[in-house]
């Protein structure tokens, strides 16, 4: 009913760039928080970066400066763009929402995209 589509992932140098996006689709009725979490080898899937509807954004600390989350609400779109990439940054990057659906506006729950992995070589 609800499908979160991840795209732009892909192999970089570090130091390189990258921008991600990711489309929800579906029978939506709103969309809340979206977001941003990865999940490297061999390690627990860990939050990125959020954005609230209006725009107000959270950032894990090892990414602060050089990625920069955005949306677009008209099109529930969210964006990614990493900068800076480094070694460390290699996972398979997951989007997130939470949303509702037009057959039950008032019940908000989350849904994962099926991932897009970024490979940063040194």
């Known amino acids: 009913q609800v499908q979160l589509v991840e795209s732009g992932g892909g192999l970089v140098q570090a130091g390189g760039s990258l921008r991600l996006s990711c489309a929800a689709s579906g029978m939506i009725f709103g969309i809340n928080i979206m977001g941003w979490y990865r999940q490297a080898p061999g390690k627990q899937r860990e939050l990125v970066t959020t954005?609230?509807?209006?725009?107000?954004?959270n950032y894990a600390d090892s990414v602060k400066g050089r990625f920069t989350i955005s949306r677009d609400n008209a099109k529930n779109t969210v964006y990614l763009q990493m900068n800076s990439l480094k070694p460390e940054d290699t996972a398979l990057y997951y989007c997130n929402a939470d949303l509702a659906v037009i057959s039950s506006p008032s019940t908000w729950q989350n849904y994962w995209g099926q991932g897009t992995q970024v490979t940063v070589s040194s």
């Open positions: 954005i609230t509807r209006g725009g107000i954004t």
